[in-house]
């Protein structure tokens, strides 16, 4: 995580790093801080995007996991 976050400083919008960060948050039972993380990165990501698709299928995932 703190090779991610040493990305993020350097360029806060990487892609890779927000992804890798929030799924840490998902895997350690921080689901509404994926949540919030998945969701800003949806939102700065163009629908046109190759990997668009598979944030929404996780926001979903985690929102189902959410209201167990």
Not at 12 to 36: C, M, N, Q, T, W
Not at 50 to 66: D, F, G, S, W
Request: charged fraction near 25%.
């Amino acid at each position: 995580a703190e090779a991610f976050r040493a990305a993020l400083a350097v360029e806060p919008k990487h892609v890779g790093a927000r992804f890798y960060l929030a799924e840490g948050k998902a895997a350690s039972g921080d689901i509404a801080g994926a949540l919030v993380d998945y969701r800003a990165l949806l939102a700065d990501t163009p629908a046109d995007a190759p990997y668009h698709p598979m944030l929404e299928k996780r926001i979903t995932e985690l929102e189902a996991a959410q209201q167990k």
